[in-house]
């Protein structure tokens, strides 16, 4: 039943199936010529009981906004997946089922109608399309019911069986699918858990060297002087075995983005934060002491304690990184993390003073892939915060108020006594 539970609801959708610019503008081309290829077709070559111009033209449109690049250039943001989903939903389930109840339930529509169910389990996720084939089955129905006669009985039970097929069909081709995927997820997640490891032993081998460093300057110290320089090597050596584990540790967490489950944590905001900027790896003291911790009141709220620590994690790691591209010395109270409530949303707001987020970026940056570091972000760092503080059904919110740097905020339920 868990397992059942995780496939279908903790899973995120994935609206566009095997999302690229270009397979986004050969759909919308594909609307674009086949709607009036097959008017010609139904209307002249082999005439139907019902064909019309202006709905053609109107299904011809949807498939315009497919082909601009503020869609098909953003495959994976929210904006270019409604807009999919519902030039999807208009132009395949509602308005085949249309013209398959306009046409008298003939032959010609009701293969075309299967065939569309099929299409449409392959286009996008299984769970929207196994709800929104019905859903445009019914609603077309009841928009043709002042115009037909022909389908005031049901569908015939042929067809009725027909249908079943098709949706049956594609809801099995759909979870195979998305299991596929899935798997091929959990595979590339190994293959990093290899790496990782193969990582950390040179890194292990490091901090051996430290230590080694470390016991010869107290040896030495009997002998004369302290050498200092042999201590600043050993902790140098140490702190970047810390950072490096560290960032190993953040980079398998947010390859987990498709993978996230919810859980059910009872979490303490205050405690939380205390613990995320006490584990952090700074590489100085001055990163330390930049950072500022104001509590106005503290809540508790449910979710996954671990990802959260991730979630504060990348947010102070974009803050600390934002800072030092000032190229100014880190002040201290320069980050700040505010804890407290506003009716019955508590919230976590993380503000640096560093150089801000260009307004052209802002709409952009908690897109999965969408990296602001050309050539060596992978963009999902904040990706992994928006999923894991939506899990918990919460919103982040990311601001930067001109000259002020940025501010991220996490507002997430308050969990009830």
């Not at 939903?89 to 085949?96: D, E």
């Not at 075995?241 to 390859?255: E, P």
């Not at 859980?263 to 002491?289: F, M, Q």
Request: aromatic letters at 8%; one cysteine or more.
């Amino acid at each position: 039943m868990r397992r059942l539970r995780d496939v279908t609801l903790a899973v995120p959708l994935e609206p566009i199936l095997h999302a690229s610019p270009l397979r986004l503008k050969l759909l919308g081309l594909y609307t674009m010529i086949g709607h009036p290829l097959f008017y010609f077709v139904w209307e002249h070559l082999y005439p139907q009981p019902f064909e019309d111009a202006a709905l053609r033209a109107l299904m011809t449109a949807c498939g315009i906004p497919l082909v601009l690049d503020s869609v098909a250039l953003r495959p994976h943001s929210q904006r270019s997946a409604r807009v999919f989903t519902t030039v999807l939903f208009i132009q395949l389930p509602l308005f085949f089922s249309w013209m398959y109840f306009m046409n008298g339930h003939n032959d010609v529509w009701i293969a075309s109608l299967a065939t569309v169910i099929v299409i449409y389990f392959h286009l996008t996720d299984w769970r929207v399309a196994a709800a929104g084939s019905l859903l445009g089955l019914g609603l077309a129905a009841l928009l043709a019911l002042p115009f037909t006669e022909a389908h005031s009985g049901g569908l015939p039970p042929p067809h009725a069986f027909v249908l079943a097929f098709a949706w049956m069909s594609g809801l099995l081709l759909g979870i195979s699918g998305a299991n596929l995927r899935r798997e091929r997820i959990e595979h590339s997640l190994a293959t990093i858990g290899i790496m990782a490891h193969e990582l950390r032993t040179p890194l292990a081998t490091t901090a051996l060297i430290a230590d080694a460093l470390r016991m010869e300057a107290q040896r030495k110290s009997g002998e004369g002087p302290r050498p200092e320089s042999l201590e600043k090597w050993a902790a140098r050596l140490h702190q970047l075995t810390r950072s490096m584990n560290h960032h190993i540790d953040l980079q398998i967490a947010n390859a987990r983005l498709l993978q996230l489950s919810d859980h059910g944590d009872r979490i303490s905001a205050a405690e939380l934060v205390r613990e995320a900027v006490a584990a952090y790896p700074y590489r100085s003291d001055k990163e330390r002491e930049c950072i500022r911790i104001e509590v106005h009141q503290d809540f508790e709220f449910r979710g996954s304690r671990s990802q959260f620590l991730r979630v504060i994690d990348n947010l102070l790691q974009n803050a600390l990184r934002a800072m030092h591209a000032t190229g100014s010395p880190l002040r201290p109270g320069g980050i700040r993390l505010e804890v407290g409530i506003r009716g019955k949303q508590g919230r976590i707001r993380v503000s640096d003073q560093g150089l801000g987020i260009a307004p052209e970026v802002l709409p952009h940056v908690l897109e999965p892939f969408y990296s602001t570091e050309a050539g060596t972000g992978h963009g999902l760092g904040l990706a992994f915060c928006r999923r894991v503080v939506e899990s918990a059904g919460g919103v982040i919110e990311v601001r930067s108020p001109a000259g002020s740097g940025a501010i991220v905020s996490l507002t997430v339920p308050v969990a009830e006594s």
